[in-house]
């Protein structure tokens, strides 16, 4: 069964101390792996997608790399801006040309000024 | 504004009632998807429409769930004799069709489901 998980549950930063978030995956075939962010009450923003291990991807402070079994997504230097949840999703070869997402239960981020 | 709308954004109903949700993506998307997530987890797929055709539904979707995209527009979820069990958020997503590197999702702030 393709599985999505995510660590941690939640992480507490100071402004300015850089860190990582992890999302492990077990699927049949990756066609696509996904970075959303949400903030309360809100859907989920589109951050980043990989596609093959090695790829790296940046915006502002936020860069997403890929492996075989996992991606991480580095923080550097956060602001309280950059409090939300960060949600991986993956979607698969199997079952047609759907562009369904398998999400983890995400990382809930918290930046302390 | 030209991004994913959903209404209402929240809806208080009591246990047994029906309750419909509307969705209007992006207008140059032609995949609709419907999602759901309680508090603490991550959204969970229920359903997709290829303009007008339902594609693929959830096996967690129960019967008392349908959806509906007439004329491959806008959507609507009907949750028949609501139970407490569905208060949720219920997430509208809409996409291009697939291509090259053209797969992401864009979605909807959602409308927030309390059965009473």
């Known amino acids: 069964e393709d599985q999505v998980t995510q660590s941690p549950e939640a992480l507490r930063l100071q402004e300015g101390e850089s860190s990582s978030l992890n999302c492990s995956y077990t699927?049949?075939?990756?066609?696509?792996l996904f970075w959303y962010r949400q903030d309360p009450g809100k859907g989920p923003e589109f951050l980043f997608t990989l596609y093959s291990a090695g790829e790296e991807k940046e915006k502002e402070r936020l860069k997403a790399t890929l492996t075989k079994k996992e991606s991480f997504l580095h923080i550097t230097a956060p602001k309280p801006e950059d409090s939300a949840t960060y949600l991986c999703a993956v979607q698969t070869n199997y079952g047609g040309a759907t562009n369904k997402l398998i999400f983890g239960t995400g990382t809930l981020l918290a930046v302390q000024p | 504004d030209t991004g994913v709308s959903q209404d209402p954004r929240h809806k208080i109903t009591k246990r047994g009632q029906n309750v419909t949700f509307r969705c209007d993506p992006i207008?140059?998307?032609?995949?609709l998807y419907w999602y759901r997530q309680t508090l603490g987890q991550g959204p969970e797929f229920l359903t997709y429409f290829q303009n007008e055709a339902q594609l693929e539904k959830s096996r967690l979707l129960s019967d008392r769930f349908s959806a509906e995209r007439p004329k491959g527009s806008f959507s609507t979820l009907e949750i028949q004799r609501t139970e407490q069990g569905d208060s949720a958020m219920y997430l509208c997503?809409?996409?291009?069709?697939?291509?090259?590197?053209?797969?992401?999702?864009?979605f909807g702030s959602g409308t927030q489901l309390s059965v009473l």
């Open positions: 207008s140059e998307h032609n995949r």
């Open positions: 699927v049949s075939g990756l066609r696509g």
């Open positions: 997503a809409s996409s291009p069709t697939p291509g090259q590197h053209n797969e992401k999702l864009f």
